[in-house]
């Protein structure tokens, strides 16, 4: 096979990773809601977890946007 | 027109090349977002603690806003003890902030896309408080590594992970910055690039996005420097109250 496709393979498998960041950023959002439809007053003050808890789900994912990146412009 | 995504994060320099000991370190355009970055702070906070005023002008109120925003997540996480660290938590803070809304104004340029920049920022981080840990238990610090409660058999295992886990810290807190500035300036200009190519007739589809990821950027700018900044206080956290 030729390297430069190759190359474009890997980058797209890698890209694969942000169906991992998906699912827990729905997790996330989903478990908040529900949390918070059973205890409204509680809410408010997870909001800062909420906010956490998203941007580490969602690093998680474009790390694995980091390695296509790397395949496709750094080897 | 130039359409490469990646074209935004070059990174050229501004007047002659200065070399120091065969090491270029010639005034880059990142130099140059960093400095504007730095006096953009410290102008706000020069024009918000100027006059004290009792009903507080626009400036005060964000400086104090910033403030006490700063002060509660290090109380919140850290604890009461981590109030010593508050000037450096809070440098930190602003300078990841603004250099991400900085590159948020179209033209300029991402100080923080860049892995250089947030790696030497998570290493400050992570070797000051590796030290503060071992200044304040001594040898008692490596108890870190030694979860209470674990079964005396999976010990050498867990060792071997909370060791490695803590070692991934700088790589994790910095690369979590740059991909995400970086994937979402890339994806801007993604998508900016299709409002020129489609053109008159499709590409206000592409533009009507352009402006809800902008929105979407603006809230990621924000929340990137708020985590990394947590995340810090967390760290901290681990190196002042051993175990709580």
């Known amino acids: ?75 | 027109m130039d359409l490469n995504p990646m074209h935004q994060f070059e990174v050229y320099k501004i007047g002659p090349e200065i070399n120091l000991n065969g090491i270029n370190i010639s005034f880059t355009n990142a130099s140059l977002f960093m400095t504007i970055s730095s006096i953009l702070i410290l102008a706000l906070l020069f024009l918000g603690t100027k006059k004290k005023l009792l009903i507080p002008s626009k400036a005060q109120l964000i400086t104090e806003m910033t403030y006490t925003f700063v002060a509660k997540m290090i109380n919140d996480t850290a604890g009461s003890s981590a109030k010593d660290f508050f000037p450096f938590i809070f440098t930190l803070f602003m300078f990841v902030l603004f250099c991400n809304m900085v590159g948020m104004i179209p033209y300029s340029f991402t100080v923080t896309s860049h892995i250089i920049v947030t790696f030497v920022l998570a290493s400050i981080v992570f070797i000051g408080v590796t030290i503060i840990g071992f200044v304040k238990h001594g040898i008692k610090y490596l108890e870190l590594f030694v979860p209470k409660g674990v079964p005396f058999v999976l010990l050498p295992l867990i060792i071997i992970i909370e060791v490695i886990s803590y070692l991934s810290r700088p790589v994790s807190l910095s690369v979590r910055l740059f991909a995400n500035m970086m994937a979402g300036h890339t994806m801007m200009k993604v998508f900016g690039g299709f409002v020129i190519s489609l053109g008159l007739l499709g590409g206000w589809l592409p533009l009507g996005f352009s402006v809800a990821l902008t929105g979407l950027e603006i809230l990621v700018a924000f929340l990137q420097a708020y985590v990394f900044a947590i995340l810090t206080c967390i760290y901290l956290n681990d190196a002042l109250n051993l175990h709580h």
């Open chain 1, 1 to 75: 096979m030729e390297l430069e496709a190759a190359k474009m393979i890997g980058a797209g498998l890698a890209a694969i990773a942000l169906a991992g960041a998906g699912v827990g950023i729905g997790l996330i959002f989903g478990n908040y809601l529900s949390g918070a439809m059973r205890n409204p007053s509680a809410a408010q003050k997870q909001f800062p977890n909420l906010l956490l808890g998203f941007a580490l789900a969602e690093a998680t994912g474009l790390f694995g946007l980091v390695v296509a990146l790397i395949i496709l412009f750094a080897f």
